[in-house]
């Protein structure tokens, strides 16, 4: 079954431009057996010079539905069906891109009717459909209108049909069936209920058991990723299933994953997709009253003011900042002297390991560290993010730089007054991927996403 389709748009690129109007005719491979046709309001102006091509002005937009109104409508007709147009790839990129933008990826298999009109009905000056229809004898209604240039187009494709002996038409059809390189015990049917959006997915073996959890910004894409080149053989024949949780939010996407990894460990997830923090810098105060700092590992019952996933990253981190701020590396445990530090013979410290430097005026420089380095130890706060659609957010409550909870409120909702929002949320166990996750992500977010909690 074929449909013959044609599309008016305020613009030629489906990136940048809207549909206002589709047709669809429909054929059987013998006749044509019905038709549809829609005008869409786009939700914005309409250039002129479309209007003086088209004859579509503001007015008969106005009323009209938008694309996501008859989106599941428009699914279920186009489905199944050979997708056949004049310059197949414009009208089929507008139609996907509109698809898109509701969740729906559209991968039909297309026919263009330029390209096989060069092929059947070769040595004509112009293949244009205008041109096509006229050597052809096919009238066409409502030129630059959706239903009579896919009336039109319809008709020549029927002529193609009839008239195709080098069976340019099957070829080209087999040509854009790129077979699915999908696990043998994964359906198509299964493939197609995966989703398009930002979310965890799980394989799982037959016996239900999850072998892999990954996360992705595109569900079904990211699994196709899986099978293309050089994939693990052992993985795909023991895939029987596969399930999946849309978050919305990249970055609960990625706490989720690394959530689901430490609770499963599942086979083919040989490690986590971040490094514990299993080093941090630790703070305390000596008895003179100095801020003096130290590198150590991680140990229960101590918390650094910074993590990191090894001892050179966090000593590097300290280096960098003893030099910055011009704090004395005697008290930040970089150099170990009985007197004064290398550094103050130098100028570079200005003596706070040998008297000339006061506590306080010391302090001052070493409180840069705990801020500038982002210290989350004693912190509850939310950040709020992308949810499932467009009238949710995605919500995560933080404390002591974990992922603490996480669920999903009504945009509306007021996060300043926040002590209702809290029992909404999923609580999760706190572990230590999370925390580094987090410590990596929360510069990159603006300060409107964050929404600081009362201490109770």
């Not at 002005?57 to 186009?78: E, H, K, R, T, Y």
């Not at 069936?177 to 799982?204: C, D, M, W």
């Not at 910074?306 to 910055?324: C, G, P, R």
């Amino acid at each position: 079954m074929y449909a013959i389709v044609d599309i008016e748009t305020t613009g030629g690129f489906a990136a940048q431009h809207r549909i206002i109007e589709i047709a669809v005719v429909f054929h059987d491979g013998e006749k044509i057996t019905g038709h549809y046709q829609q005008l869409l309001n786009p939700r914005r102006s309409l250039p002129a010079f479309i209007t003086g091509l088209t004859g579509i002005d503001a007015g008969m937009l106005a009323d009209a539905p938008d694309f996501s109104a008859i989106a599941n409508d428009l699914w279920d007709l186009l489905e199944g069906k050979i997708f056949v147009a004049h310059n197949v790839s414009f009208d089929y990129n507008f139609v996907k891109q509109a698809f898109a933008q509701e969740n729906k990826d559209f991968k039909p298999r297309r026919l263009c009717t330029v390209r096989l009109g060069r092929k059947i009905f070769p040595g004509l000056r112009s293949y244009s459909l205008g041109q096509l229809c006229e050597a052809r004898g096919i009238r066409v209604k409502d030129r630059h209108r959706a239903l009579g240039d896919a009336w039109a187009t319809a008709l020549l494709f029927e002529q193609m049909l009839r008239e195709d002996r080098t069976e340019e038409i099957p070829r080209a059809i087999k040509g854009k069936e790129k077979a699915r390189v999908l696990p043998p015990n994964i359906s198509h049917e299964q493939y197609r209920q995966l989703p398009t959006a930002t979310g965890v997915y799980y394989f799982h073996d037959k016996n239900g058991k999850v072998i892999y959890v990954g996360k992705a910004v595109n569900i079904k894409s990211r699994f196709e990723g899986h099978f293309t080149g050089k994939s693990k053989v052992s993985l795909k024949s023991e895939i029987h299933a596969v399930s999946f949780e849309v978050t919305g939010s990249e970055l609960l996407a990625l706490l989720l994953e690394a959530l689901e990894i430490k609770r499963l460990w599942p086979k083919y997830n040989r490690s986590l997709k971040v490094k514990a923090a299993s080093w941090g810098i630790f703070a305390y105060s000596d008895q003179q009253g100095f801020q003096r700092f130290q590198v150590n590992k991680i140990f229960p019952g101590v918390k650094p003011i910074l993590t990191f996933s090894s001892h050179a990253e966090a000593w590097k981190k300290l280096l960098e900042k003893t030099s910055e701020l011009a704090l004395c590396p005697k008290l930040t445990g970089i150099q170990k002297t009985p007197g004064a530090c290398y550094d103050f013979a130098l100028g570079k410290c200005a003596g706070a390991c040998c008297g000339f430097e006061a506590p306080e005026a010391y302090n001052r420089k070493a409180a840069v560290l705990w801020e500038e380095g982002g210290s989350r130890v004693g912190e509850r706060f939310l950040i709020k993010d992308r949810g499932r659609n467009p009238e949710e957010e995605a919500v995560l409550l933080v404390e002591d730089g974990f992922l603490a909870a996480f669920g999903y409120i009504d945009q509306a909702t007021d996060l300043q007054h926040s002590g209702e929002v809290l029992s909404f949320l999923k609580p999760v166990k706190r572990v230590v991927e999370t925390q580094a996750l987090l410590q990596a992500f929360l510069p990159k977010l603006p300060q409107s996403r964050i929404i600081p909690l009362a201490e109770d």
